[in-house]
């Protein structure tokens, strides 16, 4: 089994791990960004691309040629990065084919039809479930994971698997399920189709939330460890348990931070919208979650 290059980048502001990937045998150096961060402050309503622009010099040092921009999902707690990315780097944009359930959801909500294609268009390839793909010389395949939201997705990358907010490391457990289109049945049955993969498959999670007594955020853990360890859904636990408490804890929880802002744009490819007289808005609207 092919074992890609890994290379991981944390944003403190919004727990996110983002990745670089590539193989070293491949001569073209090609590689794919995963689940990348543009930069958001949200009382003042200003971006930037600090996060991006380090992943950016990183590839330019190991001159890399960005093949993919991949996201697991629509991210609601930060903003992709993947539209600046792909100016600066070049590379296709992708994603689950099941965005389009995510856009159907939300441009009711944000009214946002005159900027964010319904087709999806915006993005340059839709996955289809369990469909096969290369990084560079590496085998690749899609695995639909919903549960966080309907749209999530794993990419299995040789042996390593980007789950994304599918699960999380073992002592944090599992993604919320409270989204419109969120399913703790899913999620659940989610957890079990990543089981099936070898043990020494390597999981890079999308967020890491360290308990107190854990020092520091961290990234991978692998497929054993996951059905041995994980708090919320090891092999131990069967799936009404599961349902029941995840239901228990998602009950009235407050919605992330950037939630608002960052469905807007990652509908876009992490663009915002068209502007009026020279500026660009987020819309909030009231009283719709």
Not at 13 to 27: K, P, Q, R
Not at 107 to 114: A, E, G, K, L, S
Not at 204 to 229: A, F, N, S, W
Request: hydrophobic content about 35%; charged content about 20%; aromatic content about 10%.
């Amino acid at each position: 089994m092919q074992k890609p290059t890994v290379r991981a980048f944390f944003d403190e502001n919004t727990a996110t791990w983002s990745y670089v990937i590539w193989s070293e045998t491949d001569t073209q150096k090609r590689c794919a960004i995963i689940d990348s961060v543009l930069n958001f402050d949200l009382p003042s309503c200003t971006s930037s691309t600090r996060s991006a622009d380090i992943i950016i010099d990183f590839i330019k040092e190991k001159q890399l040629a960005v093949e993919w921009i991949l996201e697991t999902h629509i991210h609601a707690d930060h903003l992709t990065a993947a539209h600046y990315l792909k100016e600066q780097l070049g590379g296709k944009i992708a994603i689950s084919k099941h965005i389009l359930t995510i856009i159907a959801t939300w441009v009711p909500i944000f009214q946002t039809q005159d900027d964010t294609s319904l087709d999806g268009s915006q993005f340059d390839h839709l996955f289809d479930n369990d469909e096969k793909f290369t990084v560079g010389d590496m085998q690749a395949q899609i695995l639909h994971t919903p549960g966080h939201t309907p749209a999530d997705t794993t990419y299995v990358i040789g042996n390593a698997v980007f789950v994304g907010d599918t699960i999380f490391l073992p002592d944090v457990g599992s993604g919320r399920c409270d989204f419109p289109g969120g399913s703790a049945e899913h999620s659940y049955d989610s957890s079990r189709r990543l089981f099936a993969l070898p043990d020494d498959y390597r999981v890079y999670v999308g967020h890491d939330y360290p308990p107190e007594y854990r020092r520091g955020p961290q990234c991978m853990c692998t497929i054993g460890e996951q059905k041995q360890l994980n708090v919320r859904l090891h092999l131990g636990i069967g799936k009404e348990e599961f349902v029941q408490q995840r239901q228990r804890e998602d009950t009235g929880k407050s919605v992330p931070q950037l939630l608002l802002p960052s469905i807007q744009a990652n509908l876009r490819n992490g663009q915002f919208g068209q502007a009026v007289g020279g500026t660009q808005f987020v819309k909030l609207p009231v009283n719709k979650l």
